[in-house]
C-alpha cells in the first residue's frame, strides 16, 4: 500500500504518562507558520543569548506572546518587554494558539492557553543541553513543542538529571505535547546534524508553547 494515504493522519506515540508524540500533526499548516515566525522576528529578531554563567548560547532565540523567556547574567525568566528592543513581544498568532490548543487536547490535556511561546532556530552543529522546564509559574499545564526543519535527534531523560535518557527523532511537522507526571523530565537537544530542508533550508526552528505566568 502507498505510505502516501497515511501522510494526513497524525499517529500518536505515547511515550510516557503525560507525553505524546504526535507525527506530523503540524506538517499542513507548516507553511502558514513559518509566514508568521517570519513576521515576529522581523520585529524580535534571533538573537543568542548568554546562560547565568557567561555561555552564548548556540541556539539562537526569540518569542511570541504575552511572555517571553529570556536569560541573561541575572539568570532565567520570563518578561513582558523583549530587552533587544524595549517593546512588548509580538503578539501570539491565532494560527500558533490553535495549533497548541488542538495538540493539548489530542494527547489528553484539553483547554491549554498559552501565554509564551519561546522560538530557537538551530543550524547544523548546535545543540541544547539536558535541563528541566521549571521556570513557569505552575507546572500544571502541558507543554507543546512543535517542530519544522531539519530533524533532531530529543534526548529524553527523567525526573533526576543521572537518569537514563532515550533518543527519539524529531522530524518537520512532529508535535511533542509533556505535561502531568512528565513535566519536569530532564531532556536535550543532540547537534543537529547537516543537511537541507526543502522549506528551511540548513535550519531547525522549535516552537515551544506554554502556560508560563
Ligand atoms: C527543542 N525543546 O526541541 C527544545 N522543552 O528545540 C525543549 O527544550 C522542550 O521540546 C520542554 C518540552 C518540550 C521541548
Ligand atoms: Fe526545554
Known amino acids: 500500500m502507498n505510505a502516501d494515504l497515511f501522510a494526513e493522519t497524525s499517529p500518536a506515540e505515547r511515550l510516557g504518562p503525560g507525553t505524546m508524540l504526535l507525527h506530523r500533526f503540524a506538517e499542513s499548516k507548516a507553511a502558514a507558520l513559518l509566514n508568521a515566525i517570519d ?3 522581523a520585529q524580535a529578531p534571533f538573537r ?3 546562560t547565568p554563567g557567561g555561555q552564548r548560547m548556540s541556539v539562537a532565540m526569540s518569542n511570541c506572546g504575552a511572555l517571553g523567556w529570556v536569560s541573561d547574567r541575572a539568570g532565567y525568566r520570563y518578561q513582558a518587554i523583549d530587552p533587544q528592543s524595549g517593546l ?4 501570539m498568532p491565532a494560527c500558533f494558539a490553535l495549533l ?15 501565554d509564551a511561546c519561546l522560538i530557537n532556530r538551530y543550524t547544523p552543529g548546535t545543540r541544547l543541553s539536558l535541563h528541566q522546564d521549571r521556570d513557569e509559574h505552575d507546572y500544571s499545564a502541558p507543554i507543546v513543542s512543535v517542530s519544522l526543519g531539519l530533524p533532531a535527534v530529543f534526548l529524553f531523560g527523567g525526573l533526576v538529571r543521572s537518569d537514563p535518557v532515550k533518543h527519539l527523532t524529531l522530524q518537520h511537522g512532529d508535535v511533542l505535547v509533556w505535561g502531568g507526571p512528565d513535566r519536569l523530565r530532564f531532556h536535550g537537544v543532540k547537534p543537529i546534524g547537516e543537511g537541507l530542508h526543502s522549506l528551511l533550508g540548513m ?11
Open 39 to 41: 513576521q515576529i522576528t
Open 48 to 50: 543568542h543569548l548568554v
Open 88 to 91: 512588548p513581544w509580538p503578539p
Open 100 to 114: 497548541a490548543h488542538s495538540a493539548a487536547e489530542q494527547a489528553g490535556f484539553a483547554g491549554f492557553a498559552p
Open 203 to 213: 535550519q531547525r526552528i522549535n516552537l515551544t508553547f506554554r502556560r508560563a505566568a
